[in-house]
């Protein structure tokens, strides 16, 4: 059996990991601070790695379901993923170097989106 998910990115958690990043610069008040931060979010939140953003179904039209409900928020680049062989440059399937085995990942499902 398959595993699925959605991965994508959120203005919200991108908001977050930039407040950690940047530090207050000594002049700068609190609430000029919180501006300069939210413009550099809405910048460049949508260049940020995607990540997972659903809990894992155990099929593809369960993230279809989750990807209309979840895009009424501030969610973006949402991609259908499932459990498979990692393949390197040349299209072949990676493997460990210790056991041998194919390095199993998430990897894009079909073409993404239905």
């Known amino acids: 059996m398959s595993s699925f998910c959605v991965f994508g990115n959120k203005h919200d958690d991108y908001l ?9 610069r000594p002049n700068e008040s609190i609430s000029e601070f919180y501006t300069r931060i939210s413009l550099i979010a ?48 040349n299209g072949e399937p990676r493997h ?7 390095m199993i990942g998430w990897v894009q499902y079909g073409n993404g989106k239905s």
Do not use: Y
């Not at 953003?53 to 973006?76: E, H, L, N, Y």
């Not at 460990?96 to 194919?102: L, M, P, R």
């Open 96 to 102: 460990n170097a210790k056991t041998g085995n194919a």
């Open 16 to 24: 977050k990991k930039m407040e950690k990043k940047h530090i207050k």
């Open 42 to 89: 809405e910048r460049d939140w949508l260049l940020d790695k995607p990540s997972q953003r659903s809990p894992i179904f155990d099929a593809p039209q369960f993230c279809d379901d989750w990807m209309r409900i979840a895009s009424t928020g501030k969610v973006a680049n949402m991609v259908i993923m499932n459990k498979g062989p990692k393949l390197d440059k």
